[in-house]
């Protein structure tokens, strides 16, 4: 007999009311932690502790413990996004060889996974099947049959492939049926802004990430005299380029939030990535001038603070630009050969397997890229390239079906501001995808969009 079985009847009743009690101060303790409004200033401040005192993998941990308490203690699983997205991000510290967090991951994986499985099961829902349920399956059907008599096994289930088949496919599915059946719950915020908050912060939190490594190598800095080799520089830029519009919602509470998307823009123009200068500085216009015409009120202001930043932008590109991407423009040509190569390998994988492809997870072109991160896959950096090499027919079939669905998604909800908005991030991080990995990376990139068009879903049904 145990302990609390033996224990009178009056005395286990208590305990039981007393640990209800508890969970219950928990329930409201997290709630109004994930309402307050400085809960993402706070793990922003935890970020920039972390860069300035070189305890990533420190501050990795803390967000994972946050986000298990939220998983115990809230059934809003939105409340675990911004611990799970700055976990993501933080780890680019370790961009040079991801690998090396393999021997800690499991201390984090574990208890998430539990807390996760919890929260599912306490706090289940029905399960809402959505508008892209069936490109889902195909999209996660394609990366799994494709390279089918080609890709070899020990690629195939090697575990970082296994970790992009998986991720890009079945796990942004069944992301995609947590997150539709959990937004059926009433809230009394609003979602599409605090996920904009949300994106936002992740954006500063790369700018203080690059403002450490400034700091860091101030030095290198001063007597090179230009942008410094920033190796996770395109991951990066991916990340800007996905939070930059968030600005088209957020300046509505404030013109302040203007400050912020700035210091992104001036980030990443620092990281040195050549599509982030071009196709950031592109969103950048389009988000600014959207937001002109969209907030009639603050025209004159607008007028005003326009006028001068253009002048003022202008001249400092004039004068300091050239000589900032002096290194990035010489050593462009190599790159660019580079990037051909991979458009010209990824068309004779499609020629020679044109049903299934070579497989997502086929390392064979690999001796070919220079650049390799240990801990990542064989990237073509071209988006349309990595589908018809890896999947070939089946993924052109797949790809293009979900492609078809969102883009239908967004003109039906195109005369929303917030639907728009979302619009240009996907904008953003595609023309990213043409260029860099991009939407081939499962979190946060791909889960993030899954997110938003979930959202987006949801926000169509008040059409």
């Known amino acids: 007999m145990s302990f609390t079985q033996s224990l009178p009847a009056y005395l286990k009743t208590s305990e039981v009311y007393m640990l209800k009690k508890l969970f219950k101060k928990g329930q409201t303790a997290a709630e109004a932690v994930w309402n307050s409004k400085y809960y993402l200033p706070f793990l922003l401040l935890t970020e920039f502790i972390a860069v300035f005192c070189d305890a990533a993998l420190e501050c990795m941990y803390f967000y994972v413990f946050l986000c298990v308490l939220f998983m115990i203690f809230s059934d809003d699983l939105l409340s675990i996004i911004p611990t799970v997205m700055f976990t993501l991000l933080t780890s680019v510290s370790y961009y040079k060889d991801f690998s090396v967090l393999t021997q800690y991951m499991w201390y984090a994986i574990v208890p998430f996974a539990l807390a996760l499985l919890f929260n599912l099961i306490y706090y289940r829902r029905k399960i809402v099947f959505g508008k892209l349920t069936y490109p889902y399956i195909a999209v996660s059907a394609a990366l799994i049959i494709g390279g089918v008599g080609v890709i070899s096994a020990d690629d195939y289930f090697e575990p970082i492939g296994l970790y992009y088949t998986l991720g890009l496919g079945l796990g942004q599915f069944v992301l995609y049926l947590i997150f539709r059946s959990r937004l059926e719950n009433e809230c009394s915020y609003d979602r599409v802004e605090r996920v904009a908050r949300i994106l936002y912060t992740g954006g500063l939190l790369f700018v203080v990430v690059v403002l450490g490594f400034y700091i860091q190598n101030l030095d290198k800095f001063i007597e090179k005299g230009g942008v410094l080799f920033f190796k996770q520089r395109n991951f990066v830029t991916s990340v800007f380029l996905m939070v930059i519009p968030m600005i088209c919602i957020l300046v509505r509470r404030s013109n302040l939030y203007l400050i912020g998307t700035v210091l992104m823009y001036i980030a990443m123009i620092m990281t040195g990535s050549r599509s982030g200068l071009l196709f950031g500085s592109f969103l950048l216009l389009v988000c600014l001038a959207y937001i002109y015409i ?70 064979k072109d690999v001796g070919i890229f220079k650049a390799y991160v240990p801990g990542s896959l064989m990237f073509y950096h071209n988006a349309v390239i990595q589908v018809i090499s890896s999947m070939g027919l089946v993924g052109v079939a797949a790809y293009g079906w979900m492609l078809f669905s969102r883009l239908k998604m967004l003109w039906i909800g195109r005369k929303r501001k917030r639907i728009a908005v979302f619009a240009l ?39």
């Open 294 to 363: 969209k907030n009639k009120k603050h025209r004159r202001f607008y007028n005003w603070l326009f006028g001068v930043s253009i002048v003022v932008i202008a001249a400092l590109a004039i004068t300091f630009l050239p000589q900032l991407y002096a290194a990035r423009i010489e050593n462009a040509a190599v790159g660019d050969k580079t990037r051909i190569e991979f458009i010209k390998l990824g068309v004779e994988n499609f020629l020679a397997h044109p049903i299934f492809g070579i497989g997502i997870a086929n390392m």
């Open 425 to 463: 991030s996907y904008i953003g991080i595609g023309l990213m995808s043409m260029t860099n990995p991009g939407i081939f990376c499962p979190f946060p990139e791909a889960g993030l969009i899954t997110l938003m068009f979930a959202i987006i879903e949801k926000e169509e049904e008040k059409i």
